[in-house]
């Protein structure tokens, strides 16, 4: 069964400074992974997504984030973050072609300071 | 434009009377499912669909129902609400296996009182 751990619930950064928001999956097939990001008082909308292509993927926003096998890591990053950036940001797991069942993450809320 | 609706947008209720939340999508998706959102708990899955009258558990299915009976619209039905289903409700669609990009509604807040 898959499974996701996004360590820190909360994280707080500077404007300009590097986001960073770490995501480790567990899944016993090739996963498709994914990173949502939450508005206040809105639904969730895709930031990027890892599909066994390209390791590094680009999303929306300049975000980006990189699928390490090894260390089952799919890691969110921004070099310069805005006061825009604050949400809450979700990482989740499918199960490519298998069972359906999609796994989220708890989720980090991202707090930018001016 | 394409979109999931839902509705009610909030929704307050007692203890055991039946509800349903109507999600539509106007996109032709295959794949459509339902998520409840708890603080701290992230979003967890509820049921998805896969196709027309096919449905399967997700993780938390207990105290719910669903149904596929045509392709656009996918209602979750509960029967004997209780006060732990106080939550976030959404619903989304994929046109492709693996929830490649999900469409998500804009959210119930349903309260059970």
């Known amino acids: 069964a898959q499974s996701v751990t996004q360590l820190g619930s909360h994280v707080s950064v500077s404007e300009g400074a590097l986001v960073l928001l770490r995501c480790n999956y567990s899944?016993?097939?090739?996963?498709?992974l994914f990173w949502y990001v939450q508005y206040p008082n809105q639904g969730l909308q895709l930031l990027l997504k890892?599909?066994?292509?390209?390791?590094l993927v680009k999303g929306i926003n300049g975000f980006e984030a990189e699928f390490k096998k090894s260390e089952t890591s799919f890691h969110l990053t921004k070099p310069s973050a805005h006061m825009s950036d604050a949400a809450e940001y979700f990482c989740a797991v499918s199960d490519k072609g298998g069972s359906e069942k999609l796994v989220f993450g708890k989720g980090t809320k991202l707090t930018v300071n001016p | 434009e394409a979109q999931v609706t839902q509705n009610p947008r909030y929704l307050i209720t007692v203890t055991g009377k039946k509800l349903t939340v109507t999600c539509s999508q106007n996109m032709n998706h295959e794949y459509m499912s339902w998520y409840r959102q708890d603080p701290g708990l992230g979003l967890r899955q509820i049921y998805y669909?896969?196709?027309?009258?096919?449905?399967d558990k997700g993780d938390v299915p207990e105290g719910y129902k669903v149904s596929r009976k045509e392709k656009r619209n996918f209602p979750l039905i509960l029967e004997s609400p209780s006060p732990n289903q106080t939550s976030l409700y959404f619903c989304?669609?994929?046109?492709?296996?693996?929830?490649?990009?999900?469409?998500f509604g804009s959210g119930t807040q349903l309260s059970v009182l």
């Open positions: 989304a669609s994929s046109a492709h296996r693996g929830w490649e990009k999900l469409f």
């Open positions: 890892y599909t066994s292509a390209a390791t």
């Open positions: 899944s016993s097939v090739p996963p498709y």
């Open positions: 669909s896969m196709n027309v009258e096919v449905t």
